[in-house]
Structures are given as C-alpha cells and as structure tokens.
Nanobody
Framework: VQLVESGGGSVQAGGSLKLSCTRS????????IGWFRQAPGKERDGVAQ????????YYADSGKGRFTISRNSTRTTVYLQMDSLEPEDTAMYYC?????????????????WGQGTQVTVS
C-alpha cells in the first residue's frame, strides 16, 4: 500500500485548504483511511477517518466542526477539507491506512503511512 499526500501550503487564518491522499496497492489492507497531524514538539494526533467502502466517517475532537473527510467515486483518493483554519492547525498532516476502521484514532493501529504534507496557518 502506498499513500501520497498533497494539497498542503501556507494560508492566512480563516482560510481553507483541501488535502488529498492518493492510495495505491492492496485496497483490502487500506479500506480505512485516517488523517493525522503533528505540530512541532507535539505528538501525532488523529483528526478524522473514513471507511472507503461504506463512506462512514469519524472525527476526533480536533477535526469536528471545521474539517470534512470524504472520498472520490473510485475510492482511490481521500480528501480532508479544512475550513476556518487557525494558527493552531499548523502541523504536518499525514494520511494513514488500515484494513478496518475503529475508534479512537490510534497511531499504532495504522500500518501504512504517507510522507506528510505541511500546513502552515498564519
């Protein structure tokens, strides 16, 4: 399973960004896609996840209200729409995959990771 993130960048507070996670490889091992973020000096925390087969979603507290996770029709790409961004959202954002969705979003439960995309909000 290979995961590639894109869409990060620099934005002013109140702005929006849409991150993409493109998946290739064994889809049955990556049916559940999650988004995580890690700010400098902090642990990596879960933001949201989606079951790419059913479309069911789950949001951690950090992702509720301003973030929306979705997938495309071919289930090869998962998006994270981020609105009303705040400086506190500045972090490296990663997508990760596992075979089955469960809660909470724990780093250790995801076996496949992308390289990350930087989001900076000023």
């Amino acid at each position: 399973v290979q995961l590639v993130e894109s869409g990060g960048g620099s934005v002013q507070a109140g702005g929006s960004l849409k991150l993409s996670c493109t998946r290739s490889g064994y889809t049955f091992r990556s049916a559940c896609i999650g988004w995580f973020r890690q700010a400098p000096g902090k642990e990596r925390d879960g933001v949201a996840q989606i079951n790419t087969r059913t479309g069911n979603t789950y949001y951690a507290d950090s992702g509720k209200g301003r973030f929306t996770i979705s997938r495309n029709s071919t289930r090869t790409t998962v998006y994270l729409q981020m609105d009303s961004l705040e400086p506190e959202d500045t972090a490296m954002y990663y997508c990760a995959a596992r075979s089955v969705c469960a809660t909470p979003l724990a780093n250790a439960d995801f076996g496949y990771w992308g390289q990350g995309t930087q989001v900076t909000v000023s």
